[in-house]
């Protein structure tokens, strides 16, 4: 069976959210009430990113300027990919932030190619941004996080997810496996809900249990 991973960008691969840093630098409004209505359930996690980015007003050369010194990736991401690549496993980034973000740490480490990404495209209309999500293709998922694990299942392939916040919560709990940033809100919902998982601080585990047959079975 093949074995494809799942990795969360902000807060994940990163130490922080960089879409956290944008809205607490530039937001207008309080955007933290839609944390709280995601939570709740009231909203879903594309309608929350979109919510909250509507009180943000800067374009994304500032953006990038404010983030700039900040975009560096948890120990053992680089070999993370590295085994990935020479094991011809599937690393795909799975975000609801900034895909341009994204991109730029991509290119800053040589990595463009070598990851796939799954997004929303951001759009700049004069000083307002705008999120385009990717089409659930099961009308059933939560949102497109728990969307791509369902589709790669159906595709016959063995699934980790790696996440850290609320939003990976759905597609942690369908993927055969997950891994959950220690101490993080994933880490606290998925002990909560007695789901299997590990609790990690680096991809050094990550890299052991990809080494080892039994996740590629």
């Known amino acids: 069976m093949n074995l494809v991973i799942l990795i969360d960008f902000d807060g994940t691969i990163l130490y ?12 207008k409004e309080d955007w933290k009430i839609f944390d709280d209505q995601l939570e709740r ?3 879903s996690l594309e309608e929350c990113i979109q919510k909250q980015f509507s009180t943000v007003r ?19 991401f680089e070999k993370l990919v590295h085994e990935c690549i020479v094991d011809q496993i599937p690393l795909v980034i799975v975000s609801a932030g900034l895909d341009f973000v994204i991109e730029h740490f991509l290119k800053l480490n040589g990595w463009q190619g070598s990851l796939k990404v799954q997004a929303p495209k951001v759009r700049f209309i ?33 699934v980790i997810y790696i996440g850290d916040g609320m939003g990976d919560l759905h597609a942690a709990q369908d993927s055969d496996f997950a891994f959950a940033i220690k101490g ?6 998925l002990k909560k809900s007695k789901i299997l998982h590990e609790e990690i601080a680096d991809f050094q ?13």
């Open 16 to 27: 922080f959210d960089t879409s956290v840093v944008i809205l607490q630098k530039f937001a």
């Open 41 to 43: 359930g009231e909203i």
């Open 58 to 76: 800067v374009g994304k050369t500032r953006m990038l300027n404010e983030l700039e010194s900040l975009i560096s990736a948890r120990p053992g």
């Open 126 to 158: 004069g000083d307002k941004v705008k999120f385009t999500f990717p089409e659930l293709l099961d009308k059933t998922s939560v949102d497109f996080k728990q969307d791509l694990v369902r589709q790669y299942k159906k595709q016959g392939s063995r």
């Open 184 to 189: 993080s809100k994933l880490a606290e919902l």
């Open 205 to 217: 585990r990550v890299v052991e249990a990809i080494k080892g047959s039994t996740l590629q079975k």
